[in-house]
């Protein structure tokens, strides 16, 4: 923070978290999140809170050549979503195994957190003679969103009401390893790494230009003239392909297992970009 003509000061605010279930009481594990009769979120001892659990997509089956040499996946044919063939079975004490060449629940797995690994705002004030500058700066990283606009525009259940990234879906070998074939197998739209996409983003929460006018301009009759312009919501950097990264927890209809909405996208309205110019005036 400097006097004189040229002025400023800045602050940097840094914070992490990471969080890890000791207890559930005896019970096993917990869901919620429901979503199209599955549950996303998933509670168990040992891992965070709420994280996303399903299968791990591992590209399109291009051929029954490709089929045959993987995990026998039920419904499969070419043009569906090839999942990893994690474990089988746990054993008799519970314990987990390792894969069985079979494709079904005991599959699912922790497929994202919604925690950020790191959370960060930066503000500043700078003033030159007249003018006055502001901006506040903040974002996080490392957290995932389950993004369910994804089952919506390119699921593909129905042939309707779908984005125009379906165009490139798989309609023959070597056409795409992303998006299945068009009113595939039902387990395309099972819970799975294929809607989980990366949260992070840096966002310019707010910024303002202004000046004050001397007040000798106007012999004293006013105390203080300051034109501004000011943004909010200015831009956004992420990856992420939904509508805004900063969605916030989802209010369920009957208010039940909101923390289980935690990184859940539904489709969530936008934060609105706004600008603003105005006059300060004191007599």
Request: glycine share 12%.
């Amino acid at each position: 923070d400097y006097e004189g003509d040229f002025q400023w000061s800045a602050n940097l605010n840094l914070g992490t978290n990471k969080n890890e279930v000791l207890s559930l009481g005896g019970v096993a594990s917990i869901t919620g999140g429901l979503f199209e009769n599955e549950n996303i979120s998933r509670v168990i001892v040992g891992e965070p809170m709420f994280y996303f659990y399903g299968y791990e997509m591992e590209g399109i089956f291009q051929d029954q050549t490709d089929i045959d040499g993987h995990a026998t996946q039920q419904n499969a044919e070419p043009g569906d979503v090839k999942f990893r063939d994690v474990a089988g079975a746990p054993d008799e004490a519970g314990n987990p195994t390792g894969p069985d060449g079979i494709i079904d629940s005991n599959d699912r797995t922790k497929i994202g957190n919604p925690f950020p690994d790191l959370t960060y705002g930066l503000s500043a004030n700078f003033k030159y003679k007249g003018f006055d500058f502001n901006f506040f700066l903040m974002g996080v990283s490392g957290n995932d969103i389950y993004n369910t606009n994804i089952y919506d525009l390119q699921g593909m259940p129905r042939l309707f009401n779908s984005g125009v990234a379906v165009l490139d879906r798989w309609t023959g070998p070597g056409t795409s390893n992303t998006i299945p074939r068009a009113l595939g197998a039902g387990e395309n739209v099972s819970v799975s790494t294929r809607f989980v996409e990366d949260g992070s983003f840096t966002r310019l929460r707010n910024v303002s230009l202004g000046y004050t006018i001397p007040v000798n301009a106007f012999n004293n009759a006013i105390s203080k003239l300051r034109v501004y312009i000011s943004g909010q919501n200015v831009f956004t950097i992420t990856n992420y392909s939904g509508l805004d990264p900063e969605i916030g927890t989802h209010l369920t209809a009957d208010n039940v297992d909101r923390n289980y909405e935690l990184g859940i996208d539904r489709g969530n309205f936008p934060m609105p970009k706004s600008f603003t110019a105005g006059v300060q005036l004191t007599f």
